[in-house]
C-alpha cells in the first residue's frame, strides 16, 4: 500500500480548529480518553476471543503502557488490544461516524465563550481522539487488527489533512505517539512528558481501569492505577481503615467520616455507590456559591469530579463516588440534566441516604445529633425543596424547645407530650435561642406549661411557610394571631373575661390605636402576657419581623409592615395609663406612652426601633417626670 493523503470531514476540521485554538481548563483530560480508547481495544478483543480464542495467543498480558520521553517531548500511549483495520481507521478517525456531528461543532463554538470545560463535550460523539490535539502538534498512530498480519501508520499535524501507509507492529494492538505542544502556564498546557504529571493525571481519572496501566521508566515499570475499587470489593474484605483512608482521599478531610452508606443496585440500571457523611461541617457548606456533588464514574472512569444531578442540593454534605456501567462513557452535563437512568440513580441514592439518617436517628441518637449539629440547616431545606420525600425528612428534623432548652426534640416527639385540648404545635422564630426565650410572647405559654418549639436557623422561616401541618396539627407560630390555650371550657372562660376587659379598657384602646396609627393596625387586649406590659404580634398572614428585616435589607426604603399591639390588662403600667385617660388625660401624654410601649414591645422581641434618639428622649423625659414626682 502507498502513502495516502485524505482531508479530514469538513466537521472535523471545524473541531478541530475549535479545540487547538480555543483555551480550556483541564486539558488533561485528553490522557483519559485516549487511556479509555485502549481500555475499549481490551475488552473488544476479550470479547472477540469468546469465539476467536486464537485471537489471545497474539498477544500477552492485556495491559496499557505509558512511555514518556522528556528530551523529544513525546508521550505514547500503547495497547495490545482489538486493533484496526485500514477501514476502521478511517471511519474512526477520518470522520465523526456518529450522528450530530453539526449539532457537536454548534456546542464547541457556543463553549469556547462560556465557562464549560472540553471534558464536558469530548467524546459525546466519539471524538475523544481528537482531545490528543489539545497538547500535540503532531499525533503518530500506528494499529494492527487482530487477526491480521499487517499494520497502519497514521499521521496528522491537526490542520485539515492526514496520511495513511502501510507499517510494521510485532503485535495486535495501537500505539499513539503525541509529539506534545511546550508547556504554557498561561495556555494550560502542563509539561505532560514529566512523570508526576502524568501519575497525577491517571490517578485522578483513571485510576479503576481494569487493566494495568504500566508506565514505563529508565529504572523500572510502575503500575500506576489499583484497578479493583473498594465500592466493588465486598464490605467484609475493606476494613474500617481503608474506608476511612478512601474517604480522606476524596474530601480532602483529615478527619474520619460520620458514616459510611454503601450501595449496590441491579435491576433496570445497575450501579454502585460508596457514600460518606462527614462529622464535621465543611466552612463552605452555607456559601451560594459552593460547590457540591458526587464523584461519578461510568465504567471505573472518573467522568465527573463533582455531579451535582445525582442528590438534591439540601444533601449536599454527602461525600462519595457513584460507578455504573449503564451509562454512555462520554455523558457530558447537558445530557445529565435530562437523562433518565440518572434520575433513576439520584432517586435510589436519596432513599438511602434519608433511610439511613432514619435508622441512624432511631438506634443511635447520640450519633444522629453529631450529625444534626452540623447538617441539620442544610436538611432542613429538603422540606421545600424535595416535595416528594418531605414526609421523610419532616421525621428527621431536630429542634430545640421550652420542654427542655438543652435537649432537641422531634416534632413526634413533641406531639406526644401535648397539653390537654391542645390542637396545635406551636414555634416562635428568632434570631438565637436567647433571644427567643426571652421573648414576651412566651409568657402565657409558661404559665400554662405548653411546649414551645425554637426556630433560630435563617431556613426556618422557609421551612414554617411550607410545614404548615404535622400529624393532623396544625403549626402556628407564637407571635401571630390570636392566643387560646387550654381546654375549650378555659377558652370560653377566658373569652368572656377578655370581652369584660375590653369594654374597660375601651378608650384606651382607641386612643393608643390613634396614636399609632401609622405603625399598627389594631391595639388589642392579650391573653399571652403575664408579666410584661405589651407586646407585638403578626396577623396570620403577615411575615415575621426577622423576615421583614431582610427584605428592607435587600430591597432598601420599603413601608413598615403594620402589625398588632397587644397590651397586658393586668400590668400596672397599662392600668394606670387607663386610669389617667378615665380623667381626661392630654393627648399628648397618651402620645408619650404610646410610643414608649410601642419601642418597648420592638427591643422585647428582639427588633430595631426605627428612631432611638426619640425613644431615647421621650424615656429620659419619664424619668425625670418620675424623678420630680413627690414621694
Known amino acids: 500500500m502507498a502513502k495516502e493523503t485524505h482531508q479530514f470531514q469538513t466537521e472535523v476540521k471545524q473541531l478541530l480548529d475549535l479545540m487547538i485554538h480555543s ?27 469468546l469465539t476467536k480464542p486464537e485471537l489471545l495467543t497474539e498477544g500477552s498480558l492485556l495491559q496499557i503502557r505509558l512511555e514518556l520521553d522528556a528530551e523529544a517531548k513525546t508521550l505514547t500511549i500503547h495497547d495490545n488490544g482489538i486493533g484496526m483495520s485500514r477501514k476502521e481507521l478511517i471511519d474512526n478517525i477520518g470522520t465523526i461516524a456518529k450522528s450530530g456531528s453539526a449539532e457537536l461543532v454548534k456546542k464547541m463554538k457556543k463553549t469556547t465563550s462560556g465557562d464549560a470545560e472540553i471534558g464536558e463535550l469530548i467524546g459525546q460523539f466519539g471524538v475523544g481522539f481528537y482531545s490528543s490535539f489539545m497538547v500535540s502538534e503532531k499525533v503518530v498512530l500506528v494499529t494492527r487488527r487482530a487477526g491480521k498480519k499487517s499494520a497502519i501508520r ?68 510502575k503500575t500506576l492505577n489499583s484497578m479493583k475499587p473498594i465500592w466493588e470489593r465486598p464490605a467484609s474484605e475493606v476494613t474500617d481503615d481503608e474506608y476511612a483512608e478512601f474517604y480522606k482521599h476524596i474530601s480532602h478531610d483529615w478527619r474520619a467520616p460520620l458514616e ?31 460547590e457540591a456533588g458526587l464523584r461519578l464514574y461510568v465504567k471505573r472512569v472518573s467522568i465527573m469530579e463533582r455531579c451535582e444531578e445525582l442528590l438534591p442540593r439540601y444533601l449536599r454534605f454527602v461525600r462519595g463516588v457513584v460507578d455504573s456501567s449503564d451509562l454512555p462513557l462520554n455523558v457530558s452535563r447537558e445530557m445529565l440534566q435530562h437523562d433518565r437512568q440518572i434520575r433513576q440513580i439520584r432517586k435510589g441514592l436519596l432513599k438511602k441516604i434519608l433511610d439511613a439518617l432514619k435508622k441512624m436517628k432511631s438506634d443511635d441518637e447520640e450519633k444522629y445529633l453529631k450529625f444534626w449539629a452540623p447538617f441539620g440547616r442544610s436538611l432542613k431545606e429538603g422540606v421545600s425543596e424535595d416535595s416528594e420525600n418531605r414526609d421523610k425528612v419532616t421525621e428527621l428534623l431536630m429542634f430545640s424547645s421550652s420542654a427542655d432548652s438543652g435537649k432537641l426534640t422531634s416534632l413526634a416527639d413533641y406531639v406526644s407530650r401535648m397539653k390537654e385540648g391542645q390542637d396545635k404545635i406551636y414555634y416562635l422564630t428568632g434570631d438565637s435561642q436567647d433571644v427567643v ?11 400554662k406549661g405548653v411546649e ?40 370560653k372562660e377566658q373569652k368572656n373575661e377578655l370581652d369584660e376587659k375590653g369594654k374597660a ?25 403575664t408579666t410584661s406590659p405589651a407586646c407585638l404580634v403578626s396577623g396570620e398572614g403577615d411575615v415575621s419581623p426577622r423576615v421583614e ?23 400596672e403600667i397599662v392600668t394606670r395609663l ?18 414608649l410601649l410601642y419601642g418597648y414591645a420592638l427591643l422585647a422581641e428582639g427588633s430595631d426601633i426605627a428612631d432611638p434618639a426619640d425613644f431615647a428622649r421621650r424615656f429620659a423625659a419619664l424619668m425625670e417626670r418620675g424623678l420630680n414626682a413627690p414621694d
Open 23 to 49: 483555551l480550556y481548563s483541564h486539558k488533561d483530560v485528553f490522557l483519559r480518553e485516549l487511556i479509555s480508547n485502549a481500555s475499549d481495544a481490551l475488552d473488544r478483543l476479550r470479547f472477540e476471543a
Open 154 to 221: 497514521w499521521e496528522s499535524g491537526g490542520k485539515g489533512d492526514y496520511t495513511i501507509d502501510r507499517a510494521e507492529r510485532d503485535s495486535i494492538g495501537t500505539t499513539i505517539t503525541l509529539h506534545l505542544l511546550p508547556a504554557d502556564e498561561e495556555q494550560a498546557v502542563e509539561d505532560f512528558a514529566d512523570e508526576h504529571v502524568v501519575t497525577t493525571i491517571v490517578h485522578r481519572y483513571s485510576d479503576f481501569i481494569a487493566y494495568p496501566i504500566v508506565l514505563k521508566t529508565k529504572d523500572e515499570d
Open 260 to 290: 459510611r452508606i454503601l450501595q449496590r443496585a441491579e435491576g433496570t440500571i445497575e450501579y454502585r455507590a460508596l457514600l460518606f457523611i462527614p462529622s464535621e461541617a465543611p466552612t463552605d457548606l452555607y456559601y451560594v456559591g459552593a
Open 437 to 447: 426565650e426571652s421573648s414576651p410572647h412566651l409568657e402565657a405559654f409558661r404559665e
Open 452 to 491: 414551645v418549639l425554637y426556630l433560630t436557623d435563617a431556613v426556618d422561616e422557609l421551612l414554617v411557610d411550607v410545614l404548615t401541618e404535622y400529624d393532623g396539627k396544625k403549626l402556628q407560630s407564637a407571635g401571630k394571631g390570636a392566643l387560646d390555650l387550654g381546654t375549650e371550657e378555659e377558652k
Open 505 to 529: 379598657f375601651e378608650t384606651l384602646l382607641a386612643r393608643t390605636q390613634e396614636a399609632l396609627s401609622e405603625r399598627v393596625k389594631e391595639v388589642r387586649l392579650s391573653t399571652r402576657l
Open 549 to 571: 428585616k431582610w427584605l428592607r435589607q435587600q430591597q432598601g426604603d420599603m413601608p413598615i409592615q403594620q402589625r398588632i399591639l397587644e397590651l397586658n390588662p393586668s400590668h
Open 578 to 595: 387607663k386610669a389617667k385617660l378615665d380623667v381626661q388625660e392630654s393627648s399628648e401624654t397618651v402620645l408619650e406612652y404610646a410610643e
